[in-house]
């Protein structure tokens, strides 16, 4: 009976739930790692909720669902009979999938922690690249197995499952000081650092490296 009930959750639309609340869950756990480790470098610090994360995973849990429908119907294979088209699939998921995804989830972070669309924007610019670059050293490996041995139900699972790492990599990034000595937590902190500037649609730049940036690292913009 348990392996029963655990096969159901793959099956009709309780796979559009466990795919959804799976990204959620995996997001939320990636975060809270990075900061257990954020936590360890930096005595005194407590771990905080991660809502936040939890809920632009949830946010992109439907969209990878109904991507891989559509990508498993646009190049049916499977097994390495298929493999020619298998890697079509996967430099398309690459291509299409993985840059969309990382957008979405700079922006919904950005929209959630209180940024407007502009900062949000800029901060996906800046790091858009270095998250594509390591984006492609891991994943057309993990979507190579998935597409050549796994039954098409598993696969957002699989996926979350490997994402785990991949999470707490997101998290350091996301909330790791601009490069540019941009401080990215918000009109508080801008006036904060830079009284002076009482126009918050201006960006206050910090020398870089700035320490009283580095004060408002996380956990303070996990909540």
Known sequence: MPVRGWRRLFTGRLLLLTNTA???AMLATGDLLQQAWHCR???????????RMFAVGCSMGPLVHYWYLWLDAAFPARGMRGLRTILKKVLVDQVVASPALGAWYFLGMGALEGQDPQESWGELKDKFWEFY???????????????LFLPPKYRVVYVNVITLGWDTYLSYL???????????????????LCPQSRNLSSSCILPSPSPMCGLLQPPGAYK
Not at 133 to 147: E, G
Not at 178 to 190: H, I, K, M, T, W
Request: glycine letters at 8%; one cysteine or more; hydrophobic letters at 35%.
């Open 22 to 24: 799976s990204c959620g």
């Open 133 to 147: 670059k390591a984006d492609w050293c891991i994943w057309p490996w993990a979507q190579l197995i998935n597409f």
């Open 174 to 192: 996301k909330h790791r000081v601009s490069p540019r000595g941009q401080c990215p937590f918000g009109p508080s902190a801008l006036l904060l």
């Open 41 to 51: 470098r930096h005595p005194g610090t407590d771990l905080q909720p991660a809502r």
